[in-house]
């Protein structure tokens, strides 16, 4: 099956600090990556939709000048959290849209932010 | 707008009975992908099981069923046979599958059910 990869799986920062995450798509290209933030025992809320060379669709109340996602490629998307604060530790995860896949989404395996 | 309803927070069943997780959902769609995800303890999302709206065969992947009642917006995942490695979050998600393009949507997730199975 397809893999997705994100890159730190945990990570731990100060506050005031930028963290940049990784999601990688190892054996296709993904046309469409999606980041999602999870907090403990909650659901996964979408946070933005990430083009390969366009910017990208942020959700209603997601701040775009604090989560910098970038697209540049058709196997990677980076997630950045810009002067990161403790309301920002969460879980996060991206998944990746196969160009030729109809329905379903991959998704990496989650990166932990922690920041202190 | 899209809306997934998980009623049920956790359950427990005992070891090698069948357990029915509920879904609902709400679209104003005409196609959409309905979606069950399992998240072990680890937090990775293991894909389980696909429904399309116009698939007309419940979608089957070895112990997973889905119960897919079109006109009542309900998705239920069916596990036969729990075992303990089968004790996770379950997440019922879904898609609008519209055509006119514009890319893709990401998906609309339910609160989860905590499944625990007991021996």
């Known amino acids: 099956g397809a893999v997705v990869s994100q890159h730190p799986s945990r990570v731990i920062c100060k506050s005031g600090t930028s963290v940049k995450i990784e999601c990688r798509s190892l054996?296709?290209?993904?046309?469409?990556m999606f980041w999602y933030r999870q907090f403990p025992k909650q659901s996964l809320m979408l946070m933005a939709t990430?083009?390969?060379?366009?910017?990208?669709?942020?959700e209603q109340g997601v701040e775009k000048d604090k989560f910098l996602i970038n697209h540049a490629s058709l196997t990677l998307s980076t997630l950045t959290v810009t002067s990161a604060h403790p309301e920002d530790s969460s879980f996060y995860i991206c998944?990746?849209?196969?160009?030729?896949?109809?329905?379903?989404?991959?998704f990496g395996e989650g990166s932990r932010l922690t920041v202190l | 707008a899209q809306k997934i309803t998980q009623t049920q927070p956790g359950m427990f069943v005992q070891e090698k009975e069948a357990v029915t997780l509920d879904c609902t959902y709400d679209?104003?769609?005409?196609?959409?992908?309905l979606f069950w995800y399992k998240q072990p303890s680890s937090g990775e999302m293991i894909f389980l099981i696909y429904?399309?709206?116009?698939?007309?065969q419940n979608a089957t992947e070895g112990r997973y069923s889905l119960n897919f009642q079109k006109a009542r917006k309900s998705a239920n995942l069916v596990i036969s046979a729990s075992q303990l490695g089968d004790s996770a979050m379950y997440f019922c998600?879904?898609?609008?599958?519209?055509?006119?393009?514009?890319?893709?949507?990401?998906?609309?997730f339910g609160k989860g059910t905590h499944l625990i199975i007991q021996p």
């Open positions: 998944s990746a849209r196969r160009a030729s896949s109809a329905g379903e989404l991959f």
């Open positions: 429904q399309g709206s116009y698939d007309e």
């Open positions: 679209t104003s769609d005409q196609s959409y992908g």
């Open positions: 054996d296709f290209q993904a046309t469409t």
């Open positions: 990430s083009n390969e060379g366009s910017k990208a669709t942020y």
């Open positions: 998600a879904m898609r609008g599958l519209r055509d006119s393009g514009g890319g893709a949507d990401g998906l609309t």
